[in-house]
């Protein structure tokens, strides 16, 4: 699931303000905030249910059925974060014009095209068997609390001017929030572009591919005009192009050999965007078969990341592609409004008649266009040809995450491996540890199998057909490595002669490799000591490309006080530090720089922008002919430039000496509420780029993305276990438990996970009892 500022684009957020009635205040949002101790009778349950929320918000459930327990999950999440929840249905059922207005038309449409509309019976026997009762116990849960606040819901309804409405099965099912973590569609048409602009050659050696490969452009298909408006309206759902499409996660597992306890730790900090209210939404469910806490997302029953009373468990994207870009030939043909070239023949486009409501005109009558590949997102000016995305999410048992009650419930490595082979999307690194010492992953997710690249768009003549998809024994997995380790970190995990095509496209191994290089230095390691690494700041691509600026200034007689400054570094992206300052200037002064003459002004400085950064170091490290006759010469006066220029800028932005810059002073995470400035929180100074384990990517300067949710797990102990998200596990203004978390996020700090019932009733803040109405 996306965050609020997602799940509204961006280009909506100031019109939201100005949609909000009236003036809100942290009085008038405390008179709407959830009832969390005390008893409330309600219907829908079979017995009483004990709600305990500790002093960092954390709920623990505990209940005497399955169905009370999950109607109490639904409940529960709905008392914390019911405004995040109703955005987030609005925007898997295509809702969200409705009360956003038409600007969120074209993205409402896109949705509806997007929906599984497959066999529900497949659908629900793809996920564990009680499925089905668990999500319509949770969404009879949400529902119950809706029935008692609609007249009085959280202050955003308010400031929007709506109520929130009740949930049906389906909402959980949902397939639009997973689709930017599915695949390459957004790259396949931007490829195409620069492939048709430059050629092949040159765009398979600016951006080499990984495993090296060739390009495989589809005969006869002329990628002329193809790029990223032959989306449409979905390509605003995938965020900006980049090659490193993966905004980065980490987790890893060490085996008792390497551990203080003689047990296995494991650690997890999935990445994404870090905003206000937090996407993670952490709970302990206890009930007849279940013991399990973790972080999971509001919308979902269960928990994608945590620990039960034998295994624990983490996840981060593996990067499979799941998606294809079909270029289909439409035309007339007798009997149908619309069809499309295939196999021979021409096929009626199947026509779906769906109605649209926008807020402030009637609502709009659309046609839903689908080909057996999938739905039409877009047809070039002639209507000549329709551009389709080909999505695993049409496939049964594609929710995101739902397979997650599967692992929750996990009690060995033969379980846990059999609950992963029901994860199909997003396709995620899965690691295990259990309390016998053993540690395991398996790269989980549905794979089609093709027998082409899956680089750039293709035809949909049936030349280029999925064969049907990977067999889940046959993904990458292994159980008790060697030397005690395993760690991912959305890097190419693919097995030395591994057989099968995953992907091509990962994000860069600098994590990875930090993080595998620092377990193997020790044998002694703690829960403490993997709190610090998950916040380790070394940045690897720095100490590559600095001792190449050190050493053009030297043999130019160039050095100077900034220069001498990163002569001095540590590569660590302190927030305290000024180097990373003048690092981050200077990379983005070079990336233009090395891509301009190689691609043209408009093209190359928009790549320089985006820069890969394997490849910019290659082309700084190793100078080639690209540089002209003289590389070497010629690569040092393009750094130094670079420097200069960046130098120049930052000067003008910041005063006095280079020395007295901080890294944390301009690098921040902010915490703005989406449509009340009243309720935003203060932003947080931060260490760290997205090269470093403390992953804290972003735009300008300041944090959009990184780990807003991390946890460490300790087997010999569940109580030493502990976490951390920001800002708060609710997402009502005035809440205690609204900004609670972030200062110790902001401080690199944890709070206990506690999980055994008598540490459950040592921190409990709040008791609240759910009691059936007789």
């Known amino acids: 699931m996306r965050f609020v500022r997602s799940v509204v684009p961006f280009a909506m957020l100031a019109g939201l303000a100005a949609t909000a009635q009236g003036q809100p205040t942290l009085e008038a949002a405390r008179g709407r905030l959830a009832v969390i101790e005390g008893r409330i009778r309600t219907a829908g349950l079979d017995s009483v249910v004990e709600v305990r929320r500790d002093r960092w918000g954390i709920p623990h459930i505990y209940a005497k059925t399955v169905h009370d327990l999950f109607f109490a999950q639904g409940y529960v999440a709905a008392q914390d974060r019911l405004w995040q929840m109703e955005m987030w249905r609005r925007q898997g059922d295509g809702l969200l014009a409705e009360v956003l207005g038409p600007g969120s038309f074209e993205r409402d449409k896109f949705a509806r095209l997007l929906k599984y509309r497959g066999d529900m019976d497949q659908e629900w026997a793809s996920y564990?068997?009680?499925?089905?009762?668990?999500?319509?116990?949770?969404?009879?849960?949400?529902?119950?609390?809706?029935?008692?606040?609609?007249?009085?819901?959280?202050?955003?309804?308010?400031?929007?001017?709506?109520?929130?409405?009740?949930?049906?099965?389906?909402?959980?099912?949902?397939?639009?929030?997973?689709?930017?973590?599915?695949?390459?569609?957004?790259?396949?048409?931007?490829?195409?572009?620069?492939?048709?602009?430059?050629?092949?050659?040159?765009?398979?050696?600016?951006?080499?591919?990984?495993?090296?490969?060739?390009?495989?452009?589809?005969?006869?298909?002329?990628?002329?005009?193809?790029?990223?408006?032959?989306?449409?309206?979905?390509?605003?759902?995938?965020?900006?192009?980049?090659?490193?499409?993966?905004?980065?996660?980490?987790?890893?597992?060490?085996?008792?050999?390497?551990?203080?306890?003689?047990?296995?730790?494991?650690?997890?900090?999935?990445?994404?965007?870090?905003?206000?209210p937090a996407l993670r939404y952490l709970t302990h469910l206890v009930g007849p078969g279940w013991n399990v806490i973790g972080a999971g997302e509001p919308g979902v029953p269960g928990v994608a990341g945590g620990h039960n009373e034998r295994i624990a468990f983490g996840f981060t994207i593996v990067g499979m592609d799941q998606q294809d870009v079909y270029v289909e030939k439409l035309g007339n043909c007798p009997g149908a409004k619309l069809c499309y070239w295939n196999r021979g023949a021409w096929k009626p486009v199947r026509v779906l008649v769906d109605t649209i409501p926008v807020k402030g005109e009637a609502p709009r009558i659309v046609d839903l266009e689908f080909t057996e590949h999938g739905p039409i997102v877009a047809k070039d000016s002639t209507g000549a040809k329709g551009f389709v995305i080909r999505f695993v999410g049409s496939e049964p048992g594609t929710a995101g995450y739902l397979a997650q009650i599967s692992i929750n419930r996990a009690t060995d490595w033969r379980t846990f491996k059999a609950a992963a082979y029901r994860w199909k999307l997003p396709t995620e690194n899965l690691i295990y540890a259990d309390v016998d010492g053993n540690i395991g992953w398996i790269a989980a997710g549905l794979n089609p199998i093709r027998s082409w690249s899956g680089l750039l768009p293709v035809p949909g003549d049936g030349r280029y057909e999925w064969q049907g998809f990977l067999p889940f024994s046959q993904l990458p997995q292994t159980l008790n490595p060697p030397d005690g380790i395993i760690a991912t970190a959305n890097h190419n995990i693919m097995p030395k002669g591994y057989p099968h095509q995953l992907n091509y496209e990962w994000a860069t191994a600098y994590r990875a490799d930090r993080i595998k290089d620092m377990l193997g230095r020790r044998t002694d390691w703690t829960r403490t000591d993997f709190e610090r690494l998950q916040h380790d700041e070394h940045n690897t691509p720095a100490s590559l490309l600095v001792p190449v600026l050190v050493g053009a200034a030297k043999r130019r007689g160039a050095m100077n006080p900034a220069i001498d400054l990163m002569a001095r570094w540590d590569f660590l992206m302190r927030k305290d530090a000024a180097q990373p300052v003048i690092f981050t200037a200077w990379l983005r002064a070079l990336g233009p720089m090395i891509y301009q003459p190689r691609l043209g002004d408009r093209v190359g400085r928009q790549r320089g922008r985006e820069w890969d950064t394997p490849n910019l170091i290659r082309l700084v490290t190793r100078p080639d002919r690209s540089f002209g006759a003289t590389p070497a010469a010629s690569r040092d006066s393009v750094v130094l430039a670079a420097f200069d220029e960046a130098m120049a800028q930052l000067t003008k932005e910041f005063p006095g000496d280079p020395a007295s810059w901080r890294w944390g002073s301009v690098h921040t995470a902010a915490f703005r509420h989406p449509i009340a400035p009243a309720f935003d929180l203060p932003s947080a100074a931060r260490g760290g780029d997205e090269n470093t384990v403390n992953m804290t990517g972003g735009t300008g300067w300041r944090q959009t993305a990184g780990a807003s949710y991390r946890g460490i797990f300790d087997t010999a102990d569940w109580d030493n276990s502990v976490a951390t998200t920001v800002p708060g596990q609710s997402g009502q203004p005035g809440s205690p438990f609204y900004d609670n978390l972030l200062p110790l996020w902001t401080d690199y700090r944890y709070f206990p996970l506690v999980y055994s019932r008598p540490a459950v009733e040592r921190e409990t803040k709040h008791l609240l009892w759910l009691e059936p109405q007789r």
Do not use: C
């Open 128 to 276: 564990a068997p009680d499925t089905k009762l668990i999500v319509q116990a949770f969404v009879h849960g949400v529902n119950t609390y809706i029935q008692q606040v609609r007249d009085n819901p959280p202050i955003e309804f308010a400031l929007l001017g709506f109520k929130p409405e009740p949930w049906n099965d389906r909402v959980p099912l949902q397939r639009m929030a997973a689709l930017s973590m599915t695949g390459n569609a957004l790259n396949e048409v931007d490829r195409a572009h620069l492939v048709a602009t430059y050629g092949k050659a040159k765009i398979e050696a600016l951006f080499p591919l990984d495993p090296v490969r060739t390009l495989d452009p589809a005969p006869g298909l002329d990628l002329t005009g193809i790029g990223i408006s032959s989306l449409g309206a979905a390509a605003q759902s995938y965020g900006s192009v980049t090659y490193q499409r993966l905004d980065g996660s980490n987790n890893w597992v060490v085996s008792g050999k390497r551990t203080a306890t003689g047990k296995p730790l494991l650690a997890n900090d999935p990445h994404r965007s870090v905003t206000l």
